[in-house]
């Protein structure tokens, strides 16, 4: 865990995610502008359920069309690796 020493309260308090990735020098990119009407997440108790949530440049969909038919799915994949 990711602590700081306060010198009011003892021991080392948790750092907040913000202040941890700051220190790493890690900037988070914006969340992109959704691409339709939708609710892209829900939380039930303890888990998050996530929806609609599309890889996106630029603010456009990095890859449109059905798989097999206007989307090569064997491209797509080898695409989006060769980007990480």
Do not use: C, F, N
Not at 2 to 24: F, I, K, M, N, Y
Not at 32 to 57: C, D, H, M, N
């Amino acid at each position: 865990m990711h602590t700081q020493a306060d010198g009011d309260v003892e021991g080392p308090q948790p750092v907040s995610a913000e202040r941890w990735l700051a220190d790493l020098g890690i900037e988070l990119p914006s969340a992109p502008t959704p691409l339709g009407s939708y609710v892209e997440s829900a939380q039930i108790k303890s888990l998050l359920y996530r929806s609609g949530v599309l890889r996106v440049v630029a603010h456009k969909p990095l890859y449109v069309g059905r798989p097999g038919e206007e989307l090569d799915m064997g491209k797509a994949v080898k695409r989006h690796a060769s980007r990480h």
